[in-house]
Each structure stands twice: as C-alpha cells, then as structure tokens.
C-alpha cells in the first residue's frame, strides 16, 4: 500500500510562489507521481508528472495550463516530489493531489485521475489579492 504524505499550499497573492510537497512510503517514488488540481463545480485536472528509472532517466510532463509556471523536482533521499508554483493566478485557486501510478506506463498516457493508483488527501491553494 502506497501511502502520499501531502504539504505546502494556502494562501498566495497573484504572481506570487508557493511549493507543494508529496511524500511517498517506502520506495513509492520510483512510480510516476503526478499533481492534479480540482476547482468547485470542475473536473480532476492532471498539472505534471514525473518519473525516474534506471533507463531513461528522470522525465517530466506538464499541461500546457501551467508549463513554464510550475515545476516539478524530486528528492530520492526523502522519497519527496516537489511542485513549485510560480506567477500564480486567481484561476489556480484549487484543491491540489498528488497521485502514483504503479504501472509504468509513458506519462503522456496517463493523464486522468483514473489512470492512477494512489492519491494523497489533497490541499487548498488560494490564490487572492
């Protein structure tokens, strides 16, 4: 069992920066671990994803809704993934997950909540002036 520690998130003024945090059991980090975001009244939106292995190396993929915004990074020793949110807008207010899939498959391929295995218990970004 996959267990996703959630941090970070509250209250951001627009433009400014917030960083979330996803910490994994075990050796769950190896998986793709991935954030999504829910609004009121709005469907489960994927943001990024990020995985390493052995052959490729770490890979990221970012909605074009925040590519260039937001960034993801990873720390191996504390079984941690980062999402870094930078010029934040009012539209960004939301409930953020993070999410594993165990499967392995590309992170293009899996971009709906129902692609993943695990999802930690979300938490509320706020972004006002």
């Known amino acids: 069992q996959v267990q996703l520690i959630q941090s970070g998130g509250g209250l951001a003024s627009p433009g400014g920066t917030l960083t979330l945090s996803c910490a994994a059991s075990d050796t769950a980090i190896i998986y793709t671990t991935a954030w999504f975001r829910q609004a009121p009244g709005k469907e489960r939106e994927f943001l990024a994803g990020?995985?390493?292995?052995?052959?490729?190396?770490?890979?990221?993929f970012y909605a074009d809704s925040v590519k260039g915004r937001f960034t993801l990074s990873r720390d191996d020793a504390k079984n941690t993934i980062y999402l870094q949110m930078n010029s934040l807008k009012p539209e960004d207010t939301a409930v953020y997950y993070c999410a594993t899939e165990v499967g392995g498959r590309p992170i293009q391929a899996i971009t709906t909540h129902g692609d993943y295995d695990y999802w930690g218990p979300g938490t509320q970004v706020t972004v006002s002036s």
């Open positions: 990020i995985r390493a292995d052995r052959w490729s190396g770490v890979t990221t």
